[in-house]
């Protein structure tokens, strides 16, 4: 029972992890249409946009380190019996992802973009 604990509570961080880099962005997009439009606060821009890479360069750093020690852990547990991976299980081919990953993340980042280009078109 121990051993499913830490990995919830790891699961629950990366998941707010991955809604704060959302959130982030999203706020990010909307700071730079609606506060940057106006002439006052165009002087903010290199401060916010040190704060936004600041803040992604933390939440991208620690979910490696949740990752890593993920994969640690696996690698620590005896490896159980399964049946032989098939061929497209086994290639990895662009930066360590499955096809259906790789499908996945093209089909999410497509969509935020999508999505971003409609929201800041529809701002003033």
């Known amino acids: 029972m121990d051993s499913q604990q830490p990995r919830r509570t790891s699961s629950a961080f990366e998941y707010f992890l991955y809604a704060a ?3 982030e962005t ?3 997009a909307i700071i730079y249409k609606v506060i940057f439009g106006s002439g006052e606060l165009a002087h903010m821009r290199f401060y916010f946009a040190i704060f936004y890479f600041a803040f992604l360069a933390w939440a991208i750093a620690q979910l490696h380190t949740l990752h890593r020690d993920r994969k640690a852990h696996v690698a620590q547990d005896p490896e ?3 049946p032989p991976a098939s061929a497209n299980e086994r290639t990895r081919p662009l930066l360590g992802l499955t096809a259906g990953q790789l499908v996945i993340v093209v089909v999410v980042f497509a969509t935020a973009v999508a999505t971003f280009s409609w929201a800041l078109r529809l701002l003033p």
Do not use: W
Request: hydrophobic content about 55%; cysteine-free.
């Open 26 to 28: 999203g706020l990010a």
């Open 80 to 82: 159980p019996v399964r």
């Open 21 to 23: 880099i959302v959130t």
